[in-house]
């Protein structure tokens, strides 16, 4: 099964997400703080998804937002808080 994530974004917020079949699965949130970073406010996965690695992947993505764009993330999402806290390598973006 595919499972890219992709990026949409309006001018105060946004959200990475994984369609399945046409249909959105998994969503992670965040909203901007400002011209340099962004906050990650929910992380969500639909019921039959869990355990597929999803949202890991929105926060890599995420993270490669931030790197590509020169920007910082706040995990106030407890779910990519745990995943920031047990990935050093994302400390750049933090």
Known sequence: MESEVLLKITDKNGFFYIDVDGQ???MMTFVFAG???IIIDHTEV???HEGKGFGKKMVAKAVDYARENGIKIIPLCPFAKRVF???P?????I
């Open 24 to 26: 959105h699965e998994a």
């Open 35 to 37: 011209p340099d970073k």
């Open 89 to 93: 390598g994302y400390g750049d973006v």
């Open 46 to 48: 639909k019921p039959g």
């Open 85 to 87: 806290d047990k990935e």
